[in-house]
């Protein structure tokens, strides 16, 4: 915790909970490496960049239907958008039904 605080202190945006394959996309895209541990990190360590970070917070209803009743709950999600990235690199539409 201590160094995630310290990224936080320095402005260093950090995403947690990501999977292998999707890490490896936004790694390609701000044009940085993966690192496989913060051990690795020093002086030559280069950062990925983009021109505009932001993140949507949304929160919505589901219904949910079961033999003996119907329920609702709230489903939270998180949406990172990295804008300005190198379009040659590719880019990003994600799309997702209900959870």
Same mark, same amino acid.
């Given at each position: 915790m201590k160094l995630l605080n310290l990224m936080r202190d320095k =402005?260093?945006?950090?995403?947690?909970?990501?999977?292998?394959?999707?890490i490896r996309r936004l790694a390609r895209?701000?044009?940085t490496?993966?690192?496989?541990?913060?051990n690795v990190i020093d002086g030559?360590?280069?950062?990925?960049?983009?021109?505009?970070f932001?993140?949507?917070?949304?929160?919505?209803?589901?219904? =949910?239907q079961n033999?003996?009743? =119907?329920?609702t709950r709230t489903v939270e999600q998180t949406l990172l958008y990295f804008d300005g990235c190198n379009p040659v690199l590719?880019?990003?539409i994600c799309l997702s039904g209900p959870i």
């Open positions: =402005e260093i945006t950090v995403v947690c909970n990501l999977n292998e394959k999707k895209l701000t044009q490496i993966v690192l496989p541990t913060i030559t360590f280069s950062l990925g960049r983009c021109k505009l932001r993140e949507d917070n949304l929160s919505r209803q589901l219904r =949910e033999a003996f009743a =119907e329920s590719g880019c990003t």
